[in-house]
């Protein structure tokens, strides 16, 4: 049984679908593949293509050459890819010295802004952003989650990233332990906005 974590698409003609897979990496294919079984007679190669390793979590693609793509494995190990260059960097924001580590969820959260492509998102138990496509990458925020606790894998982190289709740098981010925040300013400052809700909630 295959179980897809997170699925998106590109903006080619046709387009492209990318998928990570829980334990089967991240694959990438076409919307209307040239035949209809999942592996190619001609070439005896499958029509979807394995575009990276590990537990494939969130893939993310920029529209505007629909080559560069961003896609990761657990707990927030992610990498920029172009496909036609063949480049390849990898993406992580840091704690500073003195600081607490930063807490990773399993299937830590990106967001390309779809207002300015060069804008990535990025979520650990503080939020992170960069202004150039993750070449650098700063944390901006306080833990925005209700803090750590302990279990076998990290929680008190941040599980997903949205941002207003109508203006940029409008943001939300939600929690694993029941936080939902807003920031009008970029990530910079952050509101509670779930306090009326059910708490302690993914």
């Known amino acids: 049984v295959g ?59 920029d529209h505007r050459d629909n080559q560069t793509f961003y896609s990761g494995f657990q707990f927030g190990f992610y990498t920029r ?5 063949k480049e390849t960097r990898s993406i992580r924001p840091r704690h500073e010295l003195g600081e607490q580590p930063l807490r990773f969820n399993w299937q830590t959260p990106i967001l390309l802004s779809r207002h300015n492509q060069d804008v990535l998102y990025y979520g650990s138990n ?4 960069s202004l150039n496509k993750g070449d650098s990458i700063q944390v901006i925020s306080t833990d ?27 943001l939300y981010a939600g929690t694993d332990d029941g936080n939902v925040h807003l920031s009008r300013d970029g990530g910079y400052t952050w509101t509670l906005i ?9």
Do not use: C
């Open 3 to 61: 179980q897809f974590y997170a699925i998106t698409v590109d903006n080619a003609k046709p387009y492209n679908i990318y998928g990570g897979l829980q334990d089967n990496g991240t694959w990438m294919g076409s919307s209307r593949p040239t035949n209809n079984d999942y592996m190619s007679t001609r070439t005896d190669r499958y029509i979807y293509e394995l575009i990276a390793g590990g537990d494939g979590m969130q893939v993310q693609v």
């Open 81 to 85: 890819q172009n496909r036609e260059k």
């Open 126 to 129: 503080r939020f992170s952003r």
């Open 144 to 170: 925005l989650s209700n803090g750590r606790k302990e279990g076998t894998v990290p929680y008190g982190t941040i599980t997903s990233i949205a941002e207003s289709p109508h203006r940029f740098g409008l």
């Open 194 to 202: 779930s306090k009326s809700l059910p708490q302690g909630l993914w």
